[in-house]
């Protein structure tokens, strides 16, 4: 399987990046060239650099694999659509989902 470089952008007061950070984890044994890096945004520079959709957020190899080109770039915490409603993180099957697609994109 091909090395996914994963990093968790996320802002201290959104709740919601643990939920992603515990999903990343328990995802783990998933994906064994899996590196997860954690990195907090604090400014709207910065988001702007990162192309920061909200918090949590999620690059794969350099990408946001749940990207949407109509959401707006900056500190705000972000909305997933799931099979249940709209929630703060994507379920574990759709980070699986997106993992999978991205390391299929790279083998």
Known sequence: MASLDVTLLYFDTCPNWLIMKRNLQELSSEFSEMN?????????????????????????NGVDPFADSS?????????????DG????????QLSAALHGVANEHS
């Open 86 to 93: 709209l929630a703060g993180a994507p379920t574990k099957g």
């Open 71 to 83: 959401a707006p770039v900056g500190l705000s915490c972000r909305v997933y659509a799931t099979p």
């Open 36 to 60: 997860v890096t954690l990195r907090t945004v604090d400014s709207p520079e910065e988001a702007e650099q990162l192309a920061f959709h909200g918090s949590p957020s999620i690059q794969v």
